[in-house]
């Protein structure tokens, strides 16, 4: 009887993990891709738009990147000057500058992008992609 206890008490502790990760995996939110590509579907693109979309998609990711990176690296600078007592804000303004500057081409490139699919998109695909988005920003708040 002991023995059954045991392994009744272990198969409880084991399945109480795995069944939090399967309530987890149902209501995870699906790959970026995935809605990407049911943005695209819902558009009705041509080959040569998906082409053309999926081109300034990937050139944008590797800016962005790059900006992200340069962003991160100047705020652990930042951090690390901010744990020295003898730090001035006059020590720190570059550092800050940086950052501001990363922070405005980062905005600098988003409306770029924004603009570079309004040019591969027809006025009603446009039209149509800024209401999903429009939907996909309020859903993304709650």
Same mark, same amino acid.
């Given at each position: *009887?002991? !023995?059954?206890?045991?392994?009744? @008490?272990?198969?409880? @502790? ?35 738009? +998906? ?12 800016? *962005? ?9 100047? !705020? +652990?600078?930042?951090?690390?000057? *901010? ?15 940086? @950052? ?9 490139? /988003? @409306?770029?992008?924004? #603009?570079?699919? /309004? ?9 149509? #992609?800024?209401?999903? *988005?429009?939907? !996909? !920003?309020?859903?993304?708040? /709650?």
């Amino acid at each position: *009887m002991k !023995h059954l206890k045991k392994i009744l @008490i272990g198969l409880v @502790i084991i399945s109480f993990p795995l069944s939090a990760t399967f309530a987890y995996s149902e209501n995870a939110k699906p790959p970026r891709d995935k809605k990407i590509n049911e943005v695209l579907k819902e558009l009705n693109l041509s080959p040569e738009q +998906e082409k053309k979309l999926a081109e300034n998609r990937t050139a944008k990711k590797e800016e *962005m990147k790059k900006l992200r990176d340069e962003m991160r690296k100047s !705020h +652990e600078k930042l951090q690390e000057a *901010m744990k020295n007592p003898d730090t001035t804000i006059a020590s720190v303004e570059p550092i800050v500058n940086d @950052i501001k500057a990363s922070q405005s081409q980062l905005i600098d490139n /988003r @409306i770029k992008g924004i #603009f570079a699919v /309004r040019e591969i998109l027809s006025a009603e695909q446009f039209s149509k #992609f800024q209401g999903i *988005m429009a939907k !996909h !920003h309020k859903e993304k708040k /709650r």
